[in-house]
């Protein structure tokens, strides 16, 4: 039998082709709902409080041991404040919550990009003595914003002043064993997440990463796409919401000042980003712990932490 033309084959009726007899109907064929995977998730996640850790050993003590019972498994302590290194760290020991950073707070942020010389040159001590406490607390990183855009200061010029300063702090983060992780802010410094990768792979230090702010990131565009950019850059993650909507009634600040789980943030999206990222390792929310040290397990302050902590841990099973 002569080869069929083009023609003559796409004339045959479907059920006339032998090759195609015993191939079960479309509308036959089994279902294949709920046979597919859960969307992965990352192997270990540990879940941190940023505090302020003002005060002396004792109260100290009482707070981290109420943030235990609660249900976190760290801390991450905001930098400067009151507290002696010494003290968090015997209160660290004592109530076995570790301090697992040291968190540089928004007073010294862009400390790298100022455009006064002398104004630099503070910021830099400050942050060598933040390196400093971070290795006095046994912490495995510390973080900042590094610089911001002015009327006075261009993009390229924070770009350039910030790679001279860390360029001067990374070695002593190294001596200490410690890492130092950037994170967005105020200013509009590295505000994308391709910025931020190129930055980190021309200082190209393995004392240096990305602490990855979730709400921050969400107010710029979505955490997601920053994690499948940023991969293994990142060091940490700060665990933050932002609703878009009450940034729009309100101003930005408004923005943050909601719960974790009621703004925009896709945490299934997320973690599945981290997960893809290989990403295991702390979440920090921020945890007002003014009123931790009263006793009493019905106190303000403790109920505060465990509703935090029990809501980040359901948003985390999603």
């Not at 090759?19 to 879940?47: C, D, M, N, V």
Request: aromatic share 6%; proline share 7%; glycine share 10%.
């Amino acid at each position: 039998m002569p080869p069929l033309t083009r023609r003559q084959f796409s004339q045959l009726p479907l059920f006339a082709a032998p090759w195609l007899a015993g191939l079960t109907p479309i509308s036959a064929q089994p279902k294949l709902r709920g046979q597919f995977p859960p969307p992965p998730r990352p192997r270990e996640l540990k879940l941190a409080a940023r505090i302020s850790c003002e005060g002396r050993e004792g109260p100290l003590t009482r707070r981290l041991a109420g943030l235990r019972a609660a249900g976190f498994d760290g801390v991450e302590a905001v930098w400067p404040g009151t507290f002696r290194g010494a003290d968090l760290r015997a209160a660290a020991r004592a109530a076995e919550c570790p301090v697992h950073a040291v968190h540089v707070g928004l007073g010294f942020d862009a400390a790298l990009s100022k455009d006064d010389s002398n104004l630099r040159q503070q910021g830099q001590e400050r942050l060598t003595r933040a390196l400093e406490l971070g290795a006095e607390l046994g912490a495995g990183s510390v973080s900042v914003v590094p610089g911001a855009i002015t009327p006075e200061v261009s993009d390229a010029r924070a770009w350039n002043l910030v790679k001279i300063g860390l360029g001067a702090l990374l070695p002593r983060a190294s001596e200490l064993g410690l890492r130092l992780g950037l994170r967005l802010g105020p200013g509009d410094f590295l505000a994308s997440p391709l910025e931020a990768a190129r930055f980190l792979d021309e200082l190209d230090s393995p004392a240096l990463g990305w602490q990855l702010d979730t709400g921050w990131s969400l107010l710029r565009s979505y955490p997601q796409h920053w994690i499948h950019i940023l991969g293994q850059r990142i060091l940490k993650v700060d665990l933050s919401d932002f609703s878009r909507g009450a940034a729009a009634a309100g101003g930005t600040e408004a923005g943050f000042k909601i719960q974790l789980g009621e703004g925009d943030l896709d945490f299934p999206a997320t973690l599945e980003a981290l997960a893809h990222a290989l990403y295991s390792g702390w979440l920090s929310l921020a945890v007002d712990d003014a009123a931790l040290e009263e006793s009493g397990p019905n106190r303000k302050g403790a109920r505060t932490a465990l509703q935090i902590a029990q809501r980040a841990r359901a948003l985390l099973e999603m």
